[in-house]
């Protein structure tokens, strides 16, 4: 079975500092991942697909098969950034988005 | 475009009633996925529907039923309502099938009683 795992449930941060959000996967065929996020008070929304290889409001998230990990990486996080944090793991060829259980992002002035 | 709607937004029910909990995908789409969120945790899929049929079940009971219309736009249907059954329900949507990019909704937060 499926399954993703981020292990902060909290990460804080002062502004400019960089920033990390662990993600690690199981899953036994070639995954497809992504980063979603959910600023307050608006809906869920795509950051990061791991296909595209690209920077999204200077994230970037480069994926690691022999660790199995999908860490979302940022150099330098901006106030702006204070968000919920969704890894999630998508099946070839199917329709199941599995996803993490999230990181809350805080960046302090 | 006014994206993925659903409706209601809030719903109070008690022990034992069913609901049915509407989703219209972004113009274009033809998939639609549902999903589970309970406080504290990350979506859980539910199912997905495209072209009117379903593509994919997740770990839910058979109180648990979905359908898809020709205009694309879909029901989630929960019967005999629990109080675990209390979360928000997203939908979401996207062009295709599959685990491409989905367009999620503002969910249906449901409280069973």
């Known amino acids: 079975a499926q399954r993703v795992t981020q292990p902060e449930k909290l990460l804080s941060v002062f502004k400019g500092a960089p920033v990390e959000l662990k993600c690690n996967y199981s899953?036994?065929?070639?995954?497809?991942l992504f980063w979603y996020v959910q600023y307050s008070r608006q809906r869920l929304q795509l950051l990061l697909r791991?296909?595209s290889r690209e920077s999204i409001k200077g994230f970037t998230a480069d994926l690691n098969k022999g660790e199995t990990s999908f860490h979302l990486k940022k150099p330098f996080a901006q106030e702006e950034d204070s968000a919920m944090y969704y890894c999630?793991?998508?099946?070839?060829?199917?329709?199941?988005?599995?996803f993490g259980e999230g990181t809350q992002l805080t960046v302090n002035p | 475009d006014a994206g993925v709607t659903q409706s209601p937004t809030h719903l109070i029910k008690t022990r034992g009633q069913h609901v049915t909990l509407r989703c219209s995908p972004i113009s274009g789409h033809k998939s639609v996925s549902w999903y589970q969120q309970v406080l504290g945790q990350g979506p859980q899929f539910i199912f997905q529907?495209?072209?009117?049929?379903?593509?994919g079940r997740g770990n839910f009971p058979d109180r648990f039923s979905a359908r898809q219309f020709p205009n694309y736009s879909s029901e989630l249907n929960v019967n005999a309502l629990l109080l675990g059954d209390s979360a928000l329900y997203l939908c979401?949507?996207?062009?295709?099938?599959?685990?491409?990019?989905?367009?999620f909704g503002a969910g249906t937060r449901l409280s069973v009683l």
């Open positions: 999630a793991l998508g099946e070839t060829s199917g329709s199941r988005l599995t």
């Open positions: 899953y036994s065929g070639s995954p497809e």
């Open positions: 979401a949507s996207s062009l295709a099938g599959g685990v491409g990019i989905q367009y």
């Open positions: 791991h296909i």
């Open positions: 529907y495209y072209e009117k049929e379903e593509r």
